[in-house]
């Protein structure tokens, strides 16, 4: 059974710095990676994807990788900013269902 | 389209009343996912549609609930005798699944808030 574990559970920054969540997994037949932003109350909106077959993916100030054969991902936030405050969670799409496997997230808050 | 929209926002029922919930996905998308999530947690999977069939369903997803995606467009989440431990966000998604699956993206909506009292 796929298990995805973040680390760590709460974060706090000051504004400006650059911070690096962390995702693991237990089970590295996956067709891709996701991480979302949740803000509190709110669904959930996709940052980023990364497809099985690749080691990271940029989008502004935000840059995950993943290393499939060790079963982690990164995701690297540059000069945070208050509006960055939020839960980021990393989901896995295994192969053999369409079962999506969750983190429990990630709290971020990033103190002006 | 402006995204995945759920409806409604929030649901606050009597322990064993009937609840229905309403998920409008992104239009072309030919999956639809229906999720739990409840406080400091990841969401859970409970069920996804291919256009209008059912094709999985989580064991979290006991008799108690249904859902169904008629025509293959909107879908409905219908919880029977609730309870005190169904309060949760339920979470819908959408995505189009092509020829190939590392590239599919799931997009939410923004959620139902149930609370059983």
């Known amino acids: 059974k796929q298990e995805v574990t973040q680390i760590p559970a709460a974060l706090s920054v000051p504004e400006g710095e650059n911070l690096v969540l962390n995702c693991s997994f237990t089970?590295?037949?996956?067709?891709?990676l996701q991480w979302f932003r949740q803000d509190p109350g709110k669904g959930l909106t996709s940052l980023l994807l990364i497809q099985s077959s690749q080691r990271e993916q940029t989008s502004g100030r935000l840059n995950a990788s993943l290393d499939k054969s060790s079963g982690r991902s990164t995701l690297y936030i540059a000069a945070s900013q208050p509006g960055d405050s939020a839960t980021y969670l990393c989901?896995?799409?295994?192969?053999?269902?369409?079962?999506?496997?969750f983190g429990a997230g990630t709290r971020l808050t990033v103190k002006p | 389209d402006t995204g995945v929209s759920q409806d409604p926002r929030h649901k606050i029922t009597k322990r064993g009343q009937n609840v229905t919930f309403r998920c409008d996905p992104i239009?072309?998308?030919?999956?639809l996912y229906w999720y739990r999530q409840t406080l400091g947690q990841g969401p859970e999977f409970l069920t996804y549609f291919q256009n209008e069939a059912q094709l999985e369903k989580s064991r979290l997803l006991s008799d108690r609930f249904s859902a169904e995606r008629p025509k293959g467009s909107f879908s409905t989440l219908e919880i029977q005798r609730t309870e005190q431990g169904d309060s949760a966000m339920y979470l819908c998604?959408?995505?189009?699944?092509?020829?190939?699956?590392?590239?599919?993206?799931?997009?939410f909506g923004p959620g139902t808030r149930l609370t059983v009292t």
């Open positions: 089970d590295s037949a996956i067709y891709n």
């Open positions: 239009s072309e998308h030919n999956r």
């Open positions: 989901a896995v799409a295994p192969l053999y269902n369409n079962d999506m496997r």
């Open positions: 998604a959408s995505s189009l699944r092509g020829r190939d699956p590392t590239i599919y993206e799931q997009y």
